[in-house]
């Protein structure tokens, strides 16, 4: 369909009101939103809110939804109708229409709908909870995690708690494609009931019982404590955890209600330190030790630590160090660690762990980048007996056990604060933790480059800049002593990978470059792990290998 019919067709069904917002678009504006569909990335949809079939709103999530009921009466049959799904949402604008239309096409297809009390919202790892601890099928998430407020998604679990692999998402693609009038896709509410909220309670009670070692023992007398849902959907589960440890802690109050504006924040990403701004006014008015920050739907989990009189930002490779440093010494102390006990990490997370890993007799896994892979990875070695121990990617997100099968901030908070409690007894911040472990292992320091191009020949610029690095070869060097010793290229096939447009060099001082695009924007990424003898010599690879492709290949390639 051309964009002009598409265009007319979507006048012709919408209501006048609708119609008014379309009829604002500018003529190239009109061309670009109508001649392009919104398409399915690492865990979903996830797009700008407007009105055209390449922006998100309630006619294309009717049809994915449509798409995925299909897709389950074929792979359940009737079962899929009686043991239904769950469907949540976070705070973003429109996401209670958006849910509810999600619930009632589901339910038109006869499949049965369980929404959460009232359909308030609720964070992502309570709804990967409730599908792993029911008898569903799968499950819906209207999310967009960190993304601006412009911005919505429409995020699919199977009947385990996990994010749709690709095997699956294709059949929904597939059957998403079929001639259906998008403005007339039949909806009901005769099939949809609500969750008992029991359901919260027994998930807060599993990651009490199941991450803790011992919470009679801990001192959490003088451990303070800051806050931050971020204007998201943390906040209420964050505080029944907080009450239950007992721990002195402040909600930064600007940002604890739910707002799709997130007023008063600068960014709701906890990679991002400007996240945190109105955390450390709290911290130091309280005279706090850590400030804690989760993104709007709750997975992703970041930290600012107070040393020597200054907010530290911990990142998402260093953080899980601390985590699984504490956890492996802990279960080594109590004789608990067993053959086959492994981890998983994703292949563009740093490799730092695996020393410690190897230090505790560990088994490594990889999986490619996403939750989905990583859980998918640690699914297929518990199978066989095995037990993950810790799963984690370096954007923020983690798992402390699997009976959560997405990202976990509510594991990790309660862990840290564990952990913290035990190490301020010795009089140590997580910042003095992490030097001790860099001592012990190699030092260790991560950096992301990330190139956004914008502008009609933009993939072809970035494609441009991945096959400089596709092409470059083991015994090339990269800058001054600096040479390449091994080559990963995924989109090859590597090992039993699923084959990924993902490129890794591994250096001759350990430090590895790994480099992949978004799936659906014209965005490069850049991880840069560089490991060394010492912290000085450490950070200068690290400042010399940013300036090399910053200055060296990206500028030139994008002239």
Not at 7 to 36: A, D, G, P, R
Not at 470 to 475: A, L, S, V, W
Request: hydrophobic residues 35%.
């Amino acid at each position: 369909m051309e964009w002009k019919e598409c265009y007319e067709y979507w006048i012709e069904n919408v209501s006048s009101s609708i119609k008014k917002e379309i009829e604002k678009f500018s003529l190239s504006e009109k061309q670009k939103l109508f001649s392009e569909e919104l398409i399915f990335g690492t865990a979903g949809i996830r797009g700008i809110i407007g009105y055209a079939p390449s922006l998100l709103n309630e006619f294309v999530i009717a049809k994915y939804t449509l798409a995925f009921a299909k897709t389950l009466l074929q792979k359940y049959g009737e079962s899929a109708k009686e043991y239904g799904i769950v469907i949540t949402h976070d705070n973003r604008r429109n996401n209670i229409l958006f849910s509810e239309t999600a619930a009632k096409v589901m339910s038109a297809q006869g499949i049965k709908v369980f929404l959460f009390a009232n359909n308030e919202l609720q964070p992502t790892p309570l709804l990967s909870y409730t599908i792993a601890k029911g008898n569903y099928v799968g499950g819906i998430n209207i999310t967009a995690s960190h993304n601006p407020p412009e911005y919505s998604g429409f995020k699919l679990y199977d009947h385990t708690g996990t994010q749709m692999l690709d095997e699956t998402t294709n059949k929904i693609i597939k059957f998403s494609k079929d001639n259906i009038n998008i403005f007339k896709i039949k909806k009901t509410s005769t099939n949809i009931s609500y969750l008992n909220k029991g359901i919260i309670n027994q998930y807060v009670d599993s990651i009490l019982k199941l991450v803790l070692f011992d919470l009679k023992d801990m001192d959490k007398s003088n451990l303070k404590v800051i806050f931050t849902s971020q204007h998201g959907t943390a906040t209420p589960i964050a505080e029944k955890i907080l009450k239950k440890l007992n721990v002195d802690y402040h909600l930064v109050k600007e940002q604890s209600y739910p707002d799709p504006e997130f007023t008063n924040t600068k960014s709701p990403n906890p990679q991002n330190p400007d996240s945190f701004i109105l955390a450390r006014e709290y911290g130091d008015k309280y005279d706090a030790d850590v400030l804690f920050s989760t993104d709007p739907d709750a997975d992703r989990f970041g930290i600012e630590i107070k040393h020597n009189g200054k907010w530290i930002h911990i990142n998402g490779n260093e953080l899980p160090l601390i985590q699984l440093e504490y956890k492996l010494r802990k279960l080594n102390e109590l004789g608990y660690i067993k053959n086959g006990d492994f981890i998983v990490r994703s292949i563009v997370t740093s490799h730092a762990a695996d020393e410690i890993a190897n230090k505790y007799n560990v088994i490594i896994y990889e999986s490619l980048t996403g939750f989905k892979w990583i859980i998918n990875e640690a699914f297929k070695h518990e199978m066989q007996g095995d037990e993950c121990l810790f799963a984690w990617e370096e954007s923020y997100g983690s798992t402390v056990r699997t009976f959560t099968r997405d990202k976990d901030s509510f594991q990790a908070l309660t862990q840290v604060i564990e952990l913290m409690c035990e190490y301020k007894k010795e009089n140590k911040t997580l910042v003095d933790v992490l030097d001790n472990i860099y001592s012990e292992i190699g030092y260790f320091k991560s950096e992301q480059i990330q190139l956004k191009l914008s502008g009609n020949d933009s993939m072809n610029k970035l494609n441009k800049v991945l096959n400089i690095f596709r092409n470059m070869e083991i015994g090339d060097i990269i800058i001054n002593e600096i040479v390449i010793t091994k080559k990963w290229d995924f989109k090859e096939g590597y090992k039993d990978f699923p084959k990924e447009n993902i490129i890794i060099l591994w250096l001759n001082n350990k430090s590895k470059i790994s480099i992949r695009p978004s799936g659906t924007e014209p965005i490069l990424r850049i991880y840069i792990d560089v490991q060394e003898s010492s912290k000085s010599k450490c950070l200068s690879t690290l400042k010399t290998l940013k300036n090399y492709f910053e200055n060296n290949i990206i500028k030139n390639e994008i002239k």
